[in-house]
């Protein structure tokens, strides 16, 4: 029995973090996407985050690594949460997307 894709919600503000990645690279804007479809469908896993001194409180919130393929170690990050919970989840929410440089995911997210 395979298990059912998570539904995925990004909040407002990630669609102006995903456009504000082509300052970067232009090809980094279709990454954060696919990595969360990959997220939904359970083919990639994030890492929890908890207290950060740099950023506040993420606790509830995972995080997982991205960049355009080749580059390493990947430079951004998308934050997000499983809702209704960590224990039976069946959404995905999406946070923040952003460079890891600054803590700025982290620091939009929290």
Do not use: W
Not at 44 to 71: N, Y
Not at 89 to 106: C, F, K, L, M, N
């Amino acid at each position: 029995m395979s298990r059912r894709s998570y539904h995925r919600v990004l909040l407002p503000e990630v669609l102006d973090d995903i456009r504000a990645l082509a300052m970067f690279d232009e090809a980094l804007i279709d990454v954060p996407l696919q990595t969360i479809t990959d997220l939904a469908n359970h083919a990639k896993v994030g890492k929890a985050l908890g207290e950060r001194h740099v950023s506040g409180d993420l606790t509830g919130c995972l995080r997982i690594r991205f960049d355009v393929p080749g580059i390493r170690p990947e430079r951004f990050r998308v934050v997000y949460r499983l809702a209704p919970n960590e224990t039976i989840p069946d959404t995905i929410e999406v946070i923040s997307v952003g460079p890891r440089g600054g803590h700025a995911a982290y620091r939009a997210a929290a």
